[in-house]
């Protein structure tokens, strides 16, 4: 299984918004709309922020969205904040309770 | 407070074996599908081994298939992970994860495993 293809960096102003492609195959990410997005901070554990392409758990701000059109998935972080730096990856349920990771974005908040 | 507690790591020589523990609080790991997660040092993230509530069915990556295996052990809530012919490429973080692709995804500060002579 290769892994979900996602820009290596990507970065904007305080302020502006960026978006993080992530982006597979009929057999992972348009297969089903299980599509997650993890942020990790370095030498922390990576941390939820959107399942099922679009729902965010409770604690999230509604600053991050997810979308999904046909094999691209797609995160939008808005009015970016310094904290928002950080690593990002999209994750795809693959068939047969198997999973598959996006290659990981870096974001830098200008 | 929902954590997940990962132990056993270490370092171990190539074709040796080790046991990763990842012990839950504020839930239980059968009543969730449970995974074991990778991260190699400055690389990205690899799904490796699944096991489902009810603990009869398991996944595991191509990657790990015939060397490792996901178990759990309900009587200490623990979800564990069984590492045999270990290679230098194993070297990584391992984090368990809980409800990977869903809602109630939450992961473990993870624990590392070094393979190297």
């Known amino acids: 299984q290769s892994a979900l293809t996602q820009p290596p960096s990507a970065s904007g102003s305080s302020g502006q918004s960026v978006t993080i492609s992530c982006t597979g195959t009929s057999s992972d990410v348009g297969y089903s709309n299980y599509v997650s997005w993890f942020q990790q901070h370095p030498g922390k554990a990576p941390k939820l922020l959107i399942s099922?392409?679009?729902k965010r758990p409770s604690g999230v701000p509604d600053r991050f969205s997810g979308s999904k059109s046909g094999n691209t998935a797609t995160l939008t972080v808005s009015g970016l904040q310094a904290d928002d730096e950080a690593d990002y990856y999209c994750?795809?349920?693959?068939?047969?309770?198997?999973?598959?990771f996006g290659s990981g974005t870096r974001v830098t908040v200008i | 407070e929902v954590q997940l507690v990962e132990s056993g790591g270490g370092l171990v020589e190539p074709g040796g074996s080790l046991r990763l523990s990842c012990e839950a609080f504020g839930f239980t790991v059968s009543g969730y599908s449970m995974n074991w997660v990778r991260q190699t040092p400055g690389k990205g993230l690899e799904w490796i081994a699944y096991?489902?509530?009810?603990?009869?069915?398991?996944y595991y990556a191509e990657s790990v298939l015939g060397r490792f295996t996901i178990s759990r052990d309900k009587a200490h809530n623990e979800l564990l992970l069984q590492m045999n012919s270990l290679r230098v490429a194993d070297t990584a973080i391992y984090y368990c994860?809980?409800?990977?692709?869903?809602?109630?995804?939450?992961w473990g500060q993870g624990s590392l495993v070094t393979v190297s002579s």
């Open positions: 096991i489902n509530g009810g603990g009869d069915t398991t």
């Open positions: 099922e392409v679009n």
């Open positions: 994750c795809s349920y693959a068939g047969s309770s198997t999973f598959v």
């Open positions: 994860a809980r409800d990977l692709i869903g809602i109630s995804a939450y």
